[in-house]
Nanobody, 123 residues
């Protein structure tokens, strides 16, 4: 059974910073192909924020380029999102995602999601 546990959300003023973390567990994990962060604001569709491959290749939404940095620690099966220069429009529920998990308990080829962590940017 795959579990993704997020942490690090909260309330921050415009221009501030937050760091989100997401740890994956599925027995003993050997590798995860792609990890990423998505967000969904009220009344809007879920959108991709940033993704990172097991080799470290990254992709960002245009709206966060230069402000957000995604990284991962493969040894800890953890992905991070460092968010800086936050804007009110960054307010959303942020979800962690993992695709393609190879573990001692088996191969999990699908999409797996965390429960979401709220980020609110407001003065």
């Amino acid at each position: 059974q795959v579990q993704l546990v997020e942490s690090g959300g909260g309330l921050v003023q415009p221009g501030g910073s937050l760091r989100l973390s997401c740890a994956a567990s599925a027995g003993s994990i050997f590798s995860i192909n792609v990890m990423g962060w998505y967000r969904q604001a009220p009344g809007k569709q879920r959108e991709t924020v940033a993704t990172i491959s097991s080799g470290g290749n990254t992709n960002y939404a245009d709206s966060v380029k230069g402000r957000f940095t995604i990284s991962r620690d493969n040894a800890k099966n953890t992905v991070y999102l460092q968010m800086s220069s936050l804007k009110p429009e960054d307010t959303a529920l942020y979800y962690c995602n993992a695709k393609g998990i190879n573990s001692r308990s088996g191969w999990y080829p699908g999409d797996y999601w965390g429960q979401g962590t709220q980020v609110t940017v407001s003065s």
